[in-house]
């Protein structure tokens, strides 16, 4: 037997994204987005409200990272996403989160979170949907595995639960892609 719950905005896993950009002075502001993920290859996008400062940020300088949060920083993750920058012009410093400039893009990359995906913006729907050309990926040593790579275990990315208003930590492996589902053939 399944249960109805009518129409809800529930979607698993949903992504906890920290896009950040810079304003016309330089100086760096993020925010936390839910509604998120691929595009196109070599694209990402982010659902994004006009009114945001970082949404404002975005379309002024061109380009725009997404840092994935991480369990470690929940706390800051949460923050970013409450509290607007239009009200709270240092919410990255009140946060504890600190950036270097992007060697690809004019965008920054938040050093507390461990992966981040640099982005030059390539348009802004009207209907709020951002799209990036994802120009490099770039992650801290501390997430890479053995093989040189991100390591899902490492990086303890988080997901939001949006039935529960919760953030779980991602990690188990349980299958193998595009090659489990060989066994049916």
Known sequence: MRKDFGVKT??????VFIVAAYD???IPC??????????DTNQIMVCL????????????????????????????????GIVSGNKVPDKMKKAGLTTVKSTFVNA?????????IECK??????DGICIGEIVNVSADESVLGQDGQI?????EAITYD????????????????????????
Do not use: R
């Open 10 to 15: 529930w979607a698993y896993p949903m992504p």
């Open 24 to 26: 016309k002075d330089g």
């Open 30 to 39: 993020c925010m936390n987005a839910a509604w998120g993920g691929t595009y």
């Open 49 to 80: 409200a006009d009114d945001h400062k970082t949404t404002k940020n975005i379309i002024e300088s061109g380009a725009f990272t997404v840092s994935i949060a991480d369990a470690k920083h929940v706390i800051e993750a949460d923050y970013v």
């Open 108 to 116: 920054p990359v938040i050093n507390e979170f461990p992966m981040t």
């Open 121 to 126: 913006l390539l348009k802004f729907n009207e």
């Open 151 to 155: 390591d899902v275990q490492k990086l």
């Open 162 to 185: 949006p039935v529960h208003h919760t953030y779980i930590k991602l990690g188990k492996k349980v299958g193998n892609a595009f090659s489990d589902g060989k066994k049916l053939k």
